[in-house]
């Protein structure tokens, strides 16, 4: 049985803004201030942690910090969805090669790292010396379903 608009919109705010759900769930004493964005070079598992398949050894390529309020997080009610705010941007890699095709969206800035959401690229890209990878505004988006 899938979950009602709202209650989707709801989970959504709980997870990325911080926002309780009356009645139901509120988040903890000492919330967590950021999600953390991960690029990967292949699907991450179904259970894994944010390090599956992560790229690492990239020089300058660190996981990418979203606040975790509405300055971070903007919803898009109608479809159960929540995308980044503003401009996702990483430090320029300063060396190593790798290729990106998946992210993830976790917990934590360092390892283990719980994994919330994650999904493919709709294209691969290519990071090198020089490349500072960035997300859109409202390039990254996690659905509720």
């Known amino acids: 049985m899938p979950k009602s608009r709202d209650f989707s919109n709801q989970v959504l705010g709980l997870i990325f803004r911080g926002e309780p759900i009356p009645g139901l769930a509120r988040d903890a004493a000492v919330p967590l201030t950021n999600l953390y964005v991960s690029l990967h070079s292949a699907p991450v598992s179904v259970g894994g942690d944010q390090s599956n398949n992560e790229i690492t050894g990239l020089g300058g390529l660190t996981r990418l910090a979203i606040a975790r309020t509405s300055a971070g997080w903007v919803p898009v009610s109608a479809s159960q969805q929540m995308r ?35 999904g493919a690229l709709t294209a691969s890209r290519s990071l090198s010396t020089g490349i500072q990878p960035q997300f859109a505004a409202n390039a990254l988006t996690a659905q509720e379903l």
């Open 84 to 118: 980044n705010a503003a401009l996702a941007q990483y430090g320029e890699i300063t060396s190593g090669t790798a290729t990106a095709t998946d992210v993830a969206i976790g917990t934590s800035a360092g390892n283990p790292s719980t994994v919330l959401y994650t």
